[in-house]
């Protein structure tokens, strides 16, 4: 059985990463990118998000909220030179060398990602780039709950529309809990699915609730990029703008 820990928990620490002092003051709240982390970093100033996404896809090194911040650090480097601003920068260096290995982690159609960072304890988590993908968990969740909550008068119809639209049968609804009964239907989704990776990793209806949080959390106010990536998908050669 899987235990989660949060996004944040699983990911390399670097000095200076919750230092907020050098956000460069060009960048407000009107500022959005299409990689998840770098909105992160730009809603909480954290530069840890920025090694991070890097970490993910050197591709962000020609974001332009990546560039500025670089462009602004080295200049403050330039005259004011401090152990603070060398450490972010080199930090920039580091998260290349800590360049994820995509063959560790295995995507799901729910949304769900199996994560296998540490070997002795593997996790089921989700992805934070493309936005689709972090998105895709929570849309997930969310559809069943809709189901759950337009069709609850009625079980036995609820039955045949979860065996009809996800091929899952023999299921127990119980009620008390929305929340968690969606959880649990979500979970028997995702263990219905072929499965590529090694290990057969379960989890618990609790924790996919965190899951889900913790992808919601990421995409708290980015509505209009995350409706936008879910047409015009970047990363896919079969969805052409």
């Not at 500022?31 to 970093?41: A, D, G």
Request: proline residues 4%; glycine residues 2%; negative net charge.
């Amino acid at each position: 059985m899987s235990v989660y820990i949060n996004f944040d928990s699983q990911q390399f620490v670097y000095e200076d990463g919750d230092n907020v002092d050098y956000f460069p003051p060009t960048l407000n709240d009107d500022c959005f990118s299409r990689h998840l982390l770098i909105n992160k970093y730009l809603s909480t100033k954290k530069p840890k998000y920025l090694f991070w996404s890097l970490e993910r896809d050197i591709n962000v090194l020609m974001d332009p909220f990546f560039v500025e911040t670089i462009t602004y650090w080295t200049n403050l480097n330039i005259n004011q030179s401090s152990n603070n601003i060398t450490n972010l920068i080199n930090n920039i260096s580091t998260s290349i060398k800590n360049s994820r290995n995509n063959q560790n982690y295995y995507h799901y159609d729910t949304g769900l990602v199996h994560s296998y960072v540490n070997n002795d304890s593997p996790i089921i988590t989700f992805e934070t780039h493309p936005p689709r993908r972090c998105s895709r968990v929570v849309d997930t969740f969310d559809q069943i709950k809709r189901e759950l909550e337009s069709n609850c008068d009625d079980l036995n119809n609820l039955k045949k529309i979860f065996e009809k639209n996800y091929g899952i049968s023999n299921i127990k609804i119980q009620l008390e809990d929305i929340d968690l009964m969606a959880a649990d239907l979500f979970l028997l989704i995702h263990d219905s699915l072929k499965k590529v990776d090694p290990i057969s990793i379960k989890t618990t209806p609790r924790i996919l609730l965190e899951i889900v949080d913790d992808a919601r959390s990421f995409l708290k106010g980015l509505n209009y990029i995350i409706d936008t990536f879910r047409i015009v998908d970047y990363w896919d050669p079969d969805k052409k703008r």
